[in-house]
């Protein structure tokens, strides 16, 4: 077989990447969970009067013990830290210290929510930034600075702000949406809105002047010869260059949005991952913070992956290579 | 990466956002008049909390003020507290002290079941007595209200007697309050994780779900009978359902309420209840805690506040009132004793805490604080006088984590330097178990002036990194020690009226504290919901009277 390499080539190939592909992405797990872990405990501050001790009570002795006893709390710390890896390996996530049900069980309940709000503002997200994008490159030097005023002005806006600012404006207002999230959709347009402003800011820059350039491009310059359109050339030959970086930066857009769900979950009292993550670093809750952080990380490498392939879908020079 | 820096725009931005804000809050419609002239029965309250969603419903198991609140729907102690601070009828009718001070006998009421259809009775009652003394429980503040309760006796079904070490004249306060209530022992048998989740009481809702990180939902008890001695009506609560909401955001939260999506909030802040004094369709109500004022605590264990004209002068040197004033807006009044207001025997002396700088230079200088360094900052042999005070950010609203700020700058200028340490919960009590402070507001509540023994007793000072300790000003007085000592074994009411003036007069005037204000605890609500009460124990509500008129 070694002589005749032809056959097997090609599947040997993406069998290799595949390999090279999930242990790397097993080692970013472990790498998270153990960064996680150590982090969670170098704070300081001690998990069982965070378990214990809720604003305004004092935990006495024998609580205390109690609680360190049941999590093994009162082990040495690298023992705690193999005992969670050793967990961790067999798949089982543990059970939350501080709201005594198993991760997992918290995560699936948790995780929808959290998928859904990130999932709709970048799509939103992208449709503010690709309109904006298209408008701003028409010509003219108005169109121009106001969108390339409005791209940094929304990238530089906080979350919290935004989120405060539009339930003033659009619930207590105008009335037109619930402030808080409820069991319809229109719960759901402020937090959407609140999370898609800036990050349609930062695709809106670089898809304006990849749009630019692809507009300056040769190719562009040739379509025109044939007669097309201008919406037919932006809308076929140069959105789709320019997109490119704007889809390479959509699984990094991924984590800006799980950050900020911490803080829009948190005003609009919307249950999610992002609120689960900060009462479980509040409380000092090790399995909790451990399983958030992995169900990220995990689909962070997912979306990664995804957006390779989205790449290779749009340029046809990295399926070449 | 792609940020530019653009801080005038963003900030015209700002201003712009806050000018269309300004013009679009002003307008609220008031509500119409009432729509009903009794009681309605029906319907759904929806309310909002902005304390942390409790990690366990059932009260018993550590005990933190978010179980009270809720638990005080569905669970109902021995014994309750009229607003005139008197100890009335509950689950108990009646009840005597022992000659020696050393058991009490409670009288229960026999016709009561709890939810499960459990009886209530003595051995109930015992039930739950051993279920908070049980280490396993983890129960903090019902196992230390405890502390001198040896055993319970079932005498006969309606009977219980509680057995004491030394007399306890706190023990009827302590059975008071929410995280002492009595629950099924049935329910309890069904060990911790499923009666955390699902407790069950006598009281006039039951939990029927919980949506962690949303919301619970309390569904009335038709079966109900046994309302305290000083509630409004008779019979099954008015609301048939009760969804209780975790807001976390006080901007939202209030938001939330204007709209109508809830009924009531707690955690009022100070500009939301200004704002909804001028709302007709809002109402407001003020309950503070009982237990301990809110007050800085002046670390007397160690250097510098280890010498008492350094206490003092650092008292006359911070301008409070000002303070207090400013970003409270009159929501907040002073307090100048170490108890609430709410507490019958609270006794304060403002004439020790008036703001007067010069007095204050004239004492550090006495106790040889007379240099000033480059900063302005007062130096004794090299050592500038810094103070640290680690803020917990859970406990302090934002406007006392500003007042802190201003109490900083006006001890400035009298050359204290005071580092603020802002900390999350669990970081907080590991400064203190550190003993790394100088200064510190702990808020403590618990029914009766017996607070004051676990807040400046000597057996409270032991800063171990894992043990439990309230005193915070470390007090070490014998003198103190045992006249709390004896104030919590008198029965006759007033030699312990007495002995706690005398206790608080000790505490006062060794400045050892900075009292603030009460714990600011203000409830916001719609003002078609009626009937809504704080019950007078620890000020949390109670829906069992409440009605929606609409």
Redesign the interface.
């Known amino acids: 077989m070694t002589t005749d390499r032809a056959p097997v080539g090609v599947p040997f190939r993406f069998a290799r990447w595949l390999l090279v592909r999930s242990a790397g992405a097993l080692f970013v797990l472990w790498a998270v969970a153990t960064l996680t872990f150590f982090a969670i405990r170098l704070?300081?501050?001690?998990?069982?009067?965070?378990?214990?001790?809720?604003?305004?009570?004092?935990?006495?002795?024998?609580?205390?013990?109690?609680?360190r006893a049941e999590y093994g709390l009162d082990q040495p710390l690298a023992v705690q830290y193999l005992a969670a890896l050793g967990r961790l390996a067999t798949g089982d996530l543990g059970t939350s210290y501080?709201?005594?049900?198993s991760v997992s069980t918290?995560l699936a309940?948790?995780l929808p929510g959290t998928m859904l709000l990130a999932a709709l503002s970048l799509s939103v997200a992208w449709m503010l930034a690709l309109a904006l994008a298209t408008w701003s490159t028409r010509g003219g030097r108005v169109p121009a600075a106001v969108g390339a005023?409005l791209e940094?002005?929304a990238?530089?806006?906080p979350h919290f702000?935004i989120?405060?600012?539009l339930?003033?404006?659009f619930?207590?207002?105008?009335?037109w949406f619930?402030?808080?999230s409820?069991a319809g959709p229109a719960g759901l347009v402020l937090p959407v809105v609140t999370l898609a402003l800036p990050l349609a800011g930062?695709l809106g820059?670089?898809m304006r002047e990849s749009l630019l350039d692809a507009l300056e491009a040769p190719f562009a310059l040739s379509a025109r010869a044939r007669g097309e359109s201008e919406l037919g050339v932006r809308l076929v030959h140069a959105l789709r260059h320019a997109a490119l970086p704007a889809i390479g930066l959509s699984g990094w857009a991924f984590g800006f949005l799980i950050s900020g769900a911490v803080v829009v979950e948190?005003?609009?009292?919307r249950?999610?991952l992002g609120?689960?993550l900060l009462?479980a670093v509040?409380?000092?809750d090790i399995p909790l913070v451990i399983g958030v952080v992995l169900v990220v990380a995990a689909a962070y490498i997912v979306l990664t992956v995804l957006t390779d392939a989205a790449s290779r879908l749009a340029d046809p020079r990295l399926r070449a290579a | 990466m792609?940020?530019?820096p653009?801080s005038p725009?963003?900030a015209a931005?700002?201003a712009l956002?806050l000018a269309?804000?300004l013009?679009?809050?002003g307008?609220?419609a008031p509500d119409a008049a009432p729509a009903n002239s009794g009681p309605v029965t029906g319907g759904t309250l929806t309310y909002?909390s902005g304390?942390?969603?409790?990690?366990?419903l059932d009260p018993h198991v550590?005990?933190?003020?978010?179980?009270a609140l809720i638990s005080t729907q569905y669970l109902e102690s021995l014994v309750s507290k009229n607003a005139d601070g008197e100890i009335i009828p509950w689950l108990a009718t009646e009840w005597a002290e022992a000659e020696d001070g050393l058991s009490w006998t409670f009288t229960l009421r026999d016709d009561v079941m709890f939810t499960d259809g459990t009886p209530l009775d003595a051995e109930a009652v015992r039930a739950n007595i051993a279920h908070l003394q049980d280490?396993?429980t983890?129960?903090?503040?019902g196992?230390?209200a405890l502390g001198k309760v040896t055993s319970t006796e079932a005498v006969d079904p309606s009977t219980v007697r509680v057995l004491l070490s030394e007399p306890d004249s706190a023990l009827l306060e302590s059975l008071s309050q929410p995280w002492l209530a009595i629950q099924s022992p049935t329910a309890i048998a069904r060990g911790?994780?499923e009666n955390?989740?699902s407790p069950v009481g006598t009281g006039p809702f039951v939990v029927e779900e919980w949506?962690?990180?949303?919301s619970i939902t309390l569904v009335r008890n038709e079966d109900y009978t046994s309302p305290p001695a000083d509630a409004e009506h008779d019979g099954p609560a008015y609301l048939e359902r009760i969804v209780w909401?975790?807001?976390?955001?006080s901007?939202?939260?209030y938001?939330?309420l204007?709209?109508g999506?809830?009924d009531m909030i707690d955690n009022a802040q100070p500009d939301t209840i200004v704002q909804a004094a001028q709302d007709d369709a809002l109402e407001e109500l003020d309950a503070p805690r009982p237990g301990a004022s809110n007050r800085l605590e002046l670390n007397s264990g160690k250097p510098p506040f280890d010498d008492v004209r350094v206490r003092e002068a650092f008292i006359r040197s911070v301008n409070v009132d000002d303070a207090v004033e400013g970003l409270f807006f009159g929501t907040a009044e002073r307090s100048y004793s170490p108890l609430s207001s709410v507490e019958p025997l609270a006794v304060g002396d403002e004439s020790l805490f008036g703001f007067d700088p010069e007095a204050g230079a004239a004492l550090l200088d006495e106790a040889g604080w007379s240099e000033r360094d480059a900063e302005g900052y007062r130096v004794r042999e090299g050592q500038r006088l810094t103070l640290r005070l680690p803020v917990?950010t859970?406990?302090s609203i934002p406007a006392e984590q500003s007042l802190f700020e201003q109490v900083q700058a006006t001890a400035r200028d009298a050359g204290f330097e005071i580092v603020l340490e802002p900390?999350?919960?669990?970081?907080?009590?590991?400064?203190l178990?550190a003993n790394e402070y100088d200064l510190v507001s702990a808020?403590?509540?618990k029914v009766g002036p017996d607070v004051l023994r676990i807040l400046y007793h000597s057996d409270g000072t032991t800063p171990a990194?894992?043990?439990?300790f309230?005193n915070h000003a470390q007090v070490r007085n014998p003198e103190l020690d045992a006249i709390l000592t004896e104030a919590g074994q008198v029965s006759d009411p007033d030699r312990r009226a007495e002995l706690y003036a005398e206790a608080q007069r000790i505490v006062l005037e060794g400045f050892y504290i900075l009292p603030l204000y009460d714990q600011q605890n203000t409830y916001l609500l719609r003002s078609d919901v009626r009937g809504v009460r704080a019950l007078p124990t620890v000020s949390a509500p109670t829906l069992y009277d409440a009605w929606l008129d609409r």
């Open positions: 704070i300081p501050g001690d998990p069982a009067e965070a378990i214990l001790g809720g604003p305004g009570s004092q935990a006495s002795d024998e609580a205390l013990a109690a609680v501080s709201l005594r049900t918290l309940e948790q005023g940094v002005v990238a530089a806006l702000w989120a405060i600012v339930i003033l404006v619930s207590t207002g105008l009335g619930p402030p808080i409820t930062f820059s670089i948190t005003i609009f009292a249950p999610g609120r689960t009462t509040t409380a000092r | 792609f940020r530019a653009l725009r963003r931005g700002g956002g269309a804000l013009l679009l809050t307008c609220s909002a304390d942390a969603e409790p990690t366990c550590g005990g933190n003020y978010p179980q280490p396993e983890l129960s903090s503040t196992y230390l911790m994780d955390c989740a949506n962690r990180q949303n909401r975790f807001l976390p955001d901007a939202s939260r938001a939330a204007q709209a999506e809830v917990s859970n406990q900390l999350d919960l669990s970081s907080w009590y590991g400064a178990a808020p403590y509540t990194p894992s043990g439990y309230a």
